[in-house]
Nanobody, 124 residues
Framework: QVHLVESGGGLVQAGGSLRISCAAS????????MGWFRQAPGKEREFVAA????????YYANSVKGRFTISKDNAKNTVYLQMNSLQPEDTAVYYC?????????????????WGQGTQVTVSS
């Protein structure tokens, strides 16, 4: 059982940066695929970024590629999402997710463990 807690969300102006964190407990995430998803009001939850523990590959949605970076600190059992050049369309609740084997990694159903989410609001 992995327990995930996100933090670091907030209000930022367009063009600004924010780093959100996901602290895990219960199991070491060194052998877990980790992902970030987001959900805006009235929309479905969508994939943002993921990193696999086996091989270390990282993957991004086209909409955030080149602006967002996912990283994992196994010693701190924490995964981060660095978000640069934020735009109003990035406004959403951001969720951290974990799974021992996330399969295709870009679908919510690929992950079995979820945090409660952190709100990111980008003003224009």
């Amino acid at each position: 059982q992995v327990h995930l807690v996100e933090s670091g969300g907030g209000l930022v102006q367009a063009g600004g940066s924010l780093r959100i964190s996901c602290a895990a407990s219960g199991r070491p995430i060194s052998r877990y695929d980790m992902g970030w998803f987001r959900q805006a009001p009235g929309k479905e939850r969508e994939f943002v970024a993921a990193t696999r523990w086996n091989g270390g590959g990282t993957y991004y949605a086209n909409s955030v590629k080149g602006r967002f970076t996912i990283s994992k600190d196994n010693a701190k059992n924490t995964v981060y999402l660095q978000m640069n050049s934020l735009q109003p369309e990035d406004t959403a609740v951001y969720y951290c997710a974990a799974d021992p084997d996330s399969g295709y990694y870009n679908r919510p159903s690929d992950f079995g463990y979820w945090g409660q989410g952190t709100q990111v609001t980008v003003s224009s």
